[in-house]
């Protein structure tokens, strides 16, 4: 209890040091209601829960948050972890409180397949939160640090998973939003667990560089006072030293040695006006030798994360490179704090029209994942977009596109327009044609080849090859408006040959239910609509397959208990005989076939003992079996008979098809055929009279279970009126 009163006295003592007038009293209501609703409840390290919302919404503090950002850091948890509802946070504390605190509440109470779909769809809904709210994410963003710092009370595999999904997902989040601090130490944090030893390697490295680097940089920092101070500019000075993360990246990434990165100290350099940035890199110019293609300039050219700055590497008298940042005081708030700087610092109108910019890519994300079913697919994106490295390509017209490291002419295009994208047939760079797939760099001119025929739209290919999830989403728009019909039969054919291909065997009815299950999951109100997603991209088959197959696996396991347990209950007597079939007291009979039904495992047969042939297995409800046994002839003859549990053997079963005549109709059978993997034997098709027809196939088949969804497939098939079983011979 002492460190819980030690923590509201210290948050007490942040928020009266401020002036921003907090509303003391509604905090400690929030502060009251959180100690009551964790009273008893206690972190894996051993201190009491209510530690953790405390220190998040110190952090908040600290961040310069408003009264309505601490209030809902304090009980950030009560609606997840306590009795208490978010409407009851609603009539406490208003509903912009409850809004943040429903953001940032993980979904808990809906079962889902793996922890990777739960992960996904928390993060969807705290997107969403977002795009309402921006506030949501700081507070994340707060919760996660604080978890980090205190790591060390999970189990060694949940450090692991935390530490993965930081980097992941709310580092890169932390780094679109500007704010670099929260970035780096969340970095730094999950570092420390996922490489301790390459951690270790680095922070030795730097320390043994430490003296010689310290005294090289208070050198050069003095020399430039003096410099500009005499110039009449008025400079705040410091030294940095690049992020042990920062340096990860470069060493084992980029395969540099430590000496190869020339950013690892640098001097950072804040003046008052944009004019004064650009007075002092041409002093440091003066004074240091510039190093080639080192220069960077974010301020006439910004971030994606709106972060401004001058770059430039120089050498010293002493032969040593490092970098020297030249920014002003609001691009300084806004490189540490980000969004957040916007409550810190009030910056006024001006940092409200930034603070649209920065949050505008929120919304423009959530509308790029409007027509992902899948909802992993929006971490993925979270990695790939929200990189820390961008290039910055032109446009013949000398507009900047800023894109994520990786991106390729297909991206560019997208990102210029829609239009200009799905026009898109070629691309040149530094006005030399290039492949689809070739990637851009910095500084580069491109130029987008299109054309104007009617019809021409993207390549399905193409997915494959953007990198950004705003092209991905933009092409599966195109598909999804232009091509709903190819879209359907593309994505059926598809999904049924992955069925097979995973020997996935259903009956119509498991296929059914089983389909009924999946368009749930994938928020699809019609088969139409779910296949249409998968023909153009909205739902990832790679995604839902293994889901289905293991789903498929445990159904087939608990059904072979059932038989097992059936089995040993049966107090018939049975003997094993050949054919997959077991005979009632008959050991290793000759078995065979009646031509006259066919019979199929998965049909109720009987046998009937011939003279000097074995057993002749028909259907239970052949022509040729009598209704009532014990008033036939030779009632003796007859024998009770069952499938065995596994029948490896193909059985030959003849179908008859009502035909409406259409060209291709044979060879989008056998298509359909050849999808399932299912044998041909014979096709014979009679000429049609008044466009009707008929058609009679043989197929091998493993039982009635394969054969029903043979008939399912070929029922769908245009210009296929019917689909039965006919009377063949085996």
């Known amino acids: 209890m002492e460190l819980a009163v030690d923590l509201i006295r210290s948050l007490n003592e942040k928020l009266t040091q401020c002036d921003r007038g907090y509303d003391m009293e509604r905090i400690g209501r929030a502060v009251e209601v959180a100690s009551e609703g964790h009273k008893g409840q206690y972190r894996r390290s051993g201190e009491e829960y209510i530690c953790h919302p405390l220190n998040v919404a110190i952090i908040l503090c600290e961040l ?17 972890d306590t009795a208490m509802e978010t409407a009851e946070v609603e009539r406490e504390f ?16 809906i079962d889902f397949f793996s922890k990777e779909e739960q992960q996904a769809e928390n993060v969807r809904k705290m997107f969403m939160a977002m795009g309402k709210d921006v506030r949501v994410i700081i507070i994340k963003l707060a919760d996660r640090l604080h978890n980090m710092r205190t790591s060390h009370g999970w189990e060694p595999q949940k450090q692991r998973d935390k530490a993965k999904e930081t980097l992941d997902i709310y580092a890169p989040l932390a780094h679109r939003f500007g704010m670099r601090a929260v970035k780096e130490e969340l970095e730094d944090l999950s570092l420390r667990i996922l490489d301790p030893v390459a951690y270790a390697e680095i922070e030795q490295a730097l320390e043994n560089r430490r003296r010689t680097r310290s005294d090289l940089l208070e050198s050069v920092q003095e020399r430039l006072r003096e410099r500009l101070t005499e110039h009449g ?45 650009y007075n002092v890199l041409g002093h440091v110019h003066e004074m240091f030798r510039p190093l080639p293609n080192r220069f960077k300039d974010y301020i006439s050219t910004p971030k994606s994360n709106m972060y401004q700055s001058l770059h430039t590497t120089v050498l010293g008298k002493e032969k040593i490179p490092f970098e020297v940042q030249i920014r002003t005081w609001e691009m300084h708030y806004t490189a540490e704090y980000g969004i957040a700087a916007h409550w810190k610092y009030k910056l006024g109108i001006r940092g409200k029209d930034r603070l649209e910019q920065r949050i505008a890519w929120v919304r423009e994300f959530l509308e790029s994942q409007e027509d992902a079913n899948d909802s992993a697919e929006l971490v993925n994106t979270i990695r790939t977009d929200l990189t820390d490295d961008d290039v910055f390509v032109f446009t013949p017209k000398g507009d900047v596109i800023s894109l994520p490291s990786g991106s390729t002419v297909i991206d560019f295009a997208y990102a210029i327009h829609s239009a200009v994208g799905n026009r898109m047939v070629g691309a040149k760079i530094d006005n030399r044609l ?4 070739t990637t851009v760099d910095t ?91 998968i023909g153009y991209g909205g739902i990832l088959l790679s995604r839902v397959i293994p889901r289905l197959r293991d789903e498929y696996a445990r159904a087939a396991k608990e059904e072979e208990k059932v038989r097992e347990l059936t089995n040993a209950n049966r107090t018939v007597k049975h003997k094993s005989s050949k054919g997959g079939v077991i005979v009632e007291n008959m050991e290793n009979c000759l078995v065979k076939f009646a031509r006259c039904c066919d019979p199929l495992p998965g049909d109720e047969i009987i046998g009937f003992i011939t003279r000097g042939f074995g057993v002749s297995v028909h259907k239970r409800d052949c022509p040729n079996v009598p209704a009532d046994l014990q008033a036939c002839e030779q ?35 056998t298509t359909q055929l050849a999808l399932m993997h299912v044998a041909i034997y014979s096709i014979n098709a ?18 009635t279970d394969q054969l029903e969804m043979v008939i399912a497939r070929l029922s769908k098939v245009s210009g296929v009126l019917s689909v039965t079983r006919a009377g063949n011979h085996r």
């Not at 208003?94 to 109470?109: E, P, R, Y």
């Not at 980029?254 to 350099?269: G, L, M, P, S």
């Open 434 to 437: 290039v492949p689809l797939d």
């Open 64 to 80: 310069g948050m408003d009264s309505e950002t601490i209030v809902a850091g304090l009980l950030h948890d009560v609606v997840e």
């Open 94 to 109: 208003g509903k912009d409180v409850a809004l943040l605190v429903d953001g940032v509440t993980k979904i808990t109470k």
């Open 635 to 669: 009632p003796e003859r007859w024998v009770r008979a069952e499938w065995e549990d596994r029948v490896s053997s193909s059985f030959k079963v003849s179908l008859h098809l009502e035909i409406r005549d259409r060209d291709r109709l044979i060879a989008d059978v």
């Open 686 to 703: 009679r000429e049609p009279k008044d466009d009707h027809g008929d058609m009679h196939i043989t197929v091998g088949v493993n039982g």
């Open 233 to 277: 500019i008025k400079p705040f000075v410091a030294g940095r030293v690049k992020s042990i993360p920062g340096i990860y990246r470069k060493m084992y990434m980029q395969q540099k040695t430590f000496d190869e990165i020339y950013d690892v100290y640098a001097v950072r350099v804040i003046v008052e006006t944009d004019t004064d940035c």
């Open 443 to 533: 500084g580069q001119i491109v130029e987008i080849v299109t054309t104007s025929a009617p019809g021409h739209g993207p390549s399905r290919d193409w997915m494959k090859i953007v990198k950004t999830g705003e092209a991905r989403s933009k092409i599966r728009q195109w598909f999804k408006k232009e091509k709903r019909e190819e879209n359907i039969e593309e994505g059926r054919n598809a999904f049924e040959a992955e069925l097979a291909r995973n020997y996935i065997r259903l009956n119509s009815e498991q296929y059914d239910k089983m389909l009924e299950a999946e368009m749930r999951r994938q928020h699809c109100s019609t088969a139409d609509d779910f296949f249409a997603a």
